[in-house]
T-cell receptor, first 117, second 112 residues
Framework: SQTIHQWPATLVQPVGSPLSLECTVE??????LYWYRQAAGRGLQLLFY??????ISSEVPQNLSASRPQDRQFILSSKKLLLSDSGFYLC????????????????FGPGTRLTVL | AQSVSQHNHHVILSEAASLELGCNYSYGGTVNLFWYVQYPGQHLQLLLK??????LVKGIKGFEAEFIKSKFSFNLRKPSVQWSDTAEYFC??????????FGKGTMLLVSP
């Protein structure tokens, strides 16, 4: 069966420091991968998605970037964190497919709670 | 761009009450529809989904949802809620090759 891991689970970082959040998926190959930010009362906001290694699409321009160095690894980064980057970050995967279909069911990881002070 | 509207941000019910959470979306074409649930301290998990076929979809834990194309709606229902249904519920929609758009969520509190 497929599993998705995120780490760290919680993180407290000072403003201006760098960020690296990692997501890995097991039990599947060539998944579509997604990064979301969840804010209370605002639902889930898609930040980035990837249909393959090195292929990143950004949904919202901001202080963050994403990379996919391996098929089942997705990394969310920042060079300098802002206070507004605080939030709950979720990684998700779905089945890949020809043409980069993105309509399959998405499965979510446990999330990372980031607090920027 | 698609949008998803969940009408109630907070719902409080007593155990055994019936539940209906509203969800409306804006896209007029073919859509895939989902309800996700997030129990306190747990992962966001899939409750049910609709891709095609019977518009009445049954999910886990006694939940069901009905897709009404003419109303652009996909309301979630449960005839009798339990305390363990306390959670946040999210409606989500995608279409074609688009990514998933989530509603803002509804926090359900069931009192014993």
């Amino acid at each position: 069966s497929q599993t998705i891991h995120q780490w760290p689970a919680t993180l407290v970082q000072p403003v201006g420091s760098p960020l690296s959040l990692e997501c890995t998926v097991e039990g599947t190959s060539n998944p579509n991968l997604y990064w979301y930010r969840q804010a209370a009362g605002r639902g889930l906001q898609l930040l980035f998605y990837s249909v393959g290694i090195g292929q990143i699409s950004s949904e919202v321009p901001q202080n963050l970037s994403a990379s996919r160095p391996q098929d089942r690894q997705f990394i969310l980064s920042s060079k300098k964190l802002l206070l507004s980057d605080s939030g709950f970050y979720l990684c998700a995967w779905s089945g890949g497919g020809a043409g980069g279909r993105r309509t399959d069911t998405q499965y979510f990881g446990p999330g990372t709670r980031l607090t920027v002070l | 761009a698609q949008s998803v509207s969940q009408h109630n941000h907070h719902v409080i019910l007593s155990e055994a009450a019936s539940l209906e959470l509203g969800c409306n979306y804006s896209y007029g074409g073919t859509v895939n529809l989902f309800w996700y649930v997030q129990y306190p301290g747990q992962h966001l998990q899939l409750l049910l989904k609709y891709f095609s076929g019977d518009p009445l979809v049954k999910g886990i834990k006694g939940f069901e949802a009905e897709f009404i194309k003419s109303k652009f709606s996909f309301n979630l229902r449960k005839p009798s809620v339990q305390w363990s249904d306390t959670a946040e519920y999210f409606c989500a929609v995608n279409s074609g090759y688009s990514t998933l758009t989530f509603g803002k969520g509804t926090m359900l509190l069931v009192s014993p």
